[in-house]
């Protein structure tokens, strides 16, 4: 348990910990915040056991040297939670040093037992939820979070914006197989213990509430949502409701259910229709050219006063045209790549005069787990940083680089500028930079290759 806890011998005989240890969770709590220094969670598998459980003797030793002992029991239903008895809080009072036990005598099966310290937290072993966990960018983005050990809970409501079948295969990648998901969407990664997927919306109110009565999150990184830009003006209500009654879903509960840090996707998009280069975090992104970016601005609004209100830590982060394997079928990168495989036209918009900061996907998931970490602080916790490659790349120059990775002529259509888009964006990442030593490693020529590799693999 990453010596977060020791276990000594019972005075009865056999050993303080039965049942199996399991990474948990701590939360960090700031002062106002703090309820204990430790955490003992048992978590059972099912209701009954909780009910024989709570008759049995629950010891917490040694004796009281001012540590605040939190014992928490947590009942994990195949299906949902019973949620008369899924969190039992029992304050145990003070006790001795952090390496304080838990003994849970005669219950079959076993509970999890799990003792947590402070200093544990930030390591490995916080609980993150991911939403938007089958998008390009949220999926991803778990993957990185596996690899650091997180647990995690992924929702998304799997829509149909682009093909679900691409969100299924991201899903799958991840160790989420669509033959194991239950009727109400739930299931378990076959290949990362700690991860647990969930088809939810985040406009339905009563089901995201449930979820933080039920868990214990200590972050959130918001990646689901409404996303495209032309969209928006085909179907405005879709941003609204999932962009805006979402974002104040997830809100109102990281203020009920305080979380450490709420990390959330904005845009380049609220920029509009600038044309100072490169935009700075200081710029006026108060006149937005599109629903989208419109929705995306009042994310950062939104996350601002519940920051200043409540205290919750937020960080928004602006997006600078995101590329890579897993890519999304409506952005200009698939678009272009897909049509070159295909031999069909590309639709080129505003003749070829634009520029994008087309930003590798191991980047920004770089950048997403780093800003994670490190949540802000402070009276307002809420920070907003731009996150691109910073380096504007020509929509001609991108192109001709998917000819070379692919051997295959493009077939241009020149068209003119589309409603709602800009003409260029480019992102000025001084402050990522600095504040978390964020630095983009895939130029786009490595970055197309390892696209184009993906491609050939996925739609062969
Ligand atoms: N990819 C980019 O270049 C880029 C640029 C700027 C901003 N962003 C923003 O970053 C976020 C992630 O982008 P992405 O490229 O991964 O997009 P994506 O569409 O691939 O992922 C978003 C996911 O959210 C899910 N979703 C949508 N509405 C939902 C709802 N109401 N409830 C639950 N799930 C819902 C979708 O099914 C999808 O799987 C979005 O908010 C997007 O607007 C992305």
Redesign the pocket.
């Known amino acids: 348990m990453d010596g977060a806890s020791n276990p000594v011998a019972y005075p009865g005989g056999g050993d303080m910990f039965c049942g199996k240890q399991r990474p948990g969770i701590y939360r960090q709590l700031s002062t106002e915040r703090r309820r204990a220094d430790v955490v003992a969670d048992l978590r059972f598998g099912r209701s009954g056991d909780l009910h024989d459980a709570i008759h049995l003797p629950v010891v917490l030793l040694p004796p009281d040297r001012g540590i605040a002992v939190t014992l928490r029991i947590l009942v994990d239903q195949p299906g949902g939670f019973d949620d008369d008895s899924n969190l039992w809080y029992h304050s145990i009072g003070s006790y001795s040093d952090l390496g304080a036990i838990v003994w849970v005598g005669g219950i079959s099966p076993q509970p999890y037992v799990n003792l947590q310290r402070k200093e544990t937290l930030n390591r490995r072993v916080m609980k993150i939820l991911v ?8 999926s991803a983005t778990i993957k990185a979070l596996m690899k650091k050990g997180y647990e995690i809970i992924g ?5 149909d ?2 093909d679900p079948e691409l ?1 299924l295969a991201r899903l799958a990648s991840t160790g989420i197989d669509r033959a194991t998901l239950t009727a109400e969407g739930v299931a378990e990664s076959d290949t990362y213990s700690g991860y647990r997927f969930m088809r ?4 339905d109110r009563e089901g995201i509430d449930k979820l933080f009565d039920r868990e214990e999150i200590d972050g959130v990184i ?7 830009v032309r969209y928006s003006l085909v179907n405005p209500y ?1 941003y609204i ?3 805006v009654v ?1 974002f104040l879903n997830i809100l109102e509960n990281c203020r009920r259910h305080p979380v450490n840090h709420l990390v959330y ?5 609220v920029y509009g229709m600038r044309s100072d280069m490169p935009y700075r975090e200081s710029d006026k992104t108060d006149t937005p050219v599109s629903l ?1 970016a419109a929705t ?1 601005k009042s994310n950062e609004l939104m996350a601002y006063a519940y920051s200043h209100l409540y205290g919750i830590p937020a960080t928004g982060l ?6 890579g394997p897993w890519g ?1 079928p409506d ?1 200009a990168p698939y678009l272009f790549l897909h049509a070159v495989m295909e031999g069909k036209p590309i639709r080129v918009f505003n003749h070829g005069d634009m520029q994008r900061d087309f ?1 590798y996907i191991d980047d920004i998931v770089e950048g997403v787990v780093r800003v994670l970490e490190h949540a802000p602080d402070g009276e307002d916790p809420h920070r907003v940083y731009n996150i691109g490659h910073s380096e504007p790349v020509e929509l001609m120059d991108f192109i001709r680089t998917i000819e070379q990775v692919s051997g295959k002529k493009a077939i241009m259509q020149m068209e003119d500028m589309q409603a709602g888009d800009v003409v260029c964006t480019y992102a000025d990442t001084t402050h990522l930079e600095e504040d978390f030593d964020f630095h983009p490693q895939i130029g786009v020529e490595e970055g197309i290759r390892r696209y184009y590799e993906w491609y050939k693999s996925y739609y062969k």
């Open positions: 939403t938007g966990a089958a998008g390009f960018i949220g929702i998304d409501n799997l829509n914006y682009y969100k939810l919306d985040l406009a918001n990646l689901g949502g409404q996303a495209g879709a409701e999932s962009n979402g996707a904005s845009s380049s998009s989208y995306k602006r997006f600078f045209t995101v590329y999304r952005m930003t």
